[in-house]
């Protein structure tokens, strides 16, 4: 079992920043993906960022490419997104995901982002 702890979300001003930090624990496999989804109310769960601790190669969905930053601490097993300039339609609830070969899927019960003014 894994368990995901998400936490940095808030209320935020289009354009406003936020910084979200996803911390991992359990059994941690040595290589993993760790990253980040959004869920808004009526849609599709969608990646908005990924990293992965084998190859240090990180994803990022087209909407968000130089916007977020996402990076990791794997000593502390944390995955950290830097958001800026957001926008409305980036409100929602963002949940950590974790991955690795042969296992199942495992999900943060997430942190709500609200962009609003």
């Known amino acids: 079992q894994v368990q995901l702890v998400e936490s940095g979300g808030g209320l935020v001003q289009p354009g406003g920043s936020l910084r979200l930090s996803c911390v991992a624990s359990?059994?941690?496999?040595?290589?993993?993906?760790l990253g980040w989804y959004r869920q808004a109310p009526g849609n599709e769960r969608e990646l908005v960022a990924i990293t992965t601790t084998g190859l240090t190669t990180n994803y990022y969905s087209d909407s968000v490419k130089g916007l977020f930053t996402i990076s990791r601490d794997k000593a502390k097993n944390t995955v950290y997104m830097q958001m800026d300039n957001l926008k409305v339609e980036e409100t929602g609830v963002y949940l950590c995901y974790y991955n690795t070969w042969g296992r199942e899927d495992y999900w943060g019960k997430g942190t709500q982002v609200t962009v609003s003014s």
């Open positions: 359990g059994s941690i496999a040595s290589i993993y993906n």
